[in-house]
């Protein structure tokens, strides 16, 4: 076997070490700023959190209308009106009042959002 000097093993070893370390940077550095990185983490993370309160606004739609249906099992009077509500239907000497919707403001001025009277001929 050759006699090599300590201080060629000593740099070697150096070399070795900064090469491993730097290896692992680069690695750490794809790692975090690749496509499945910290940015991406964050992004799912926000994705995840748009989600869940989607999921909740649902739930509560979903209970809101079992509560309905639950009134219109348990009402004569619910169902009668919810019949009549969406079959448009009145009772003898019931008046509907129809309203026009309130105008959207869109930013403009108040005499375009005012309506304009129709021409008389």
Known sequence: MHWIPRSL???????????VVCMGG???????????GFG???ERR?????LEEENAS???????????IRRLAESRSE?????????KLLRPGETTFIL??????SGGDAESASPQPEPQP
Do not use: C, S, T
């Open 58 to 68: 649902i739930a509560r739609e979903n209970e809101r209308r079992r509560e309905h």
């Open 40 to 42: 991406a983490l964050l």
């Open 46 to 50: 926000a994705e995840i959190r748009q």
């Open 100 to 105: 026009p919707d309130a105008p959207h403001d």
């Open 9 to 19: 093993k000593a740099a070697a070893r150096r070399k070795g070490w900064l090469f």
């Open 79 to 87: 169902q009668d009106m919810e019949i009549r509500k969406q079959l």
């Open 26 to 36: 680069g690695y750490l550095w794809i790692a975090l700023r690749g496509p499945q």
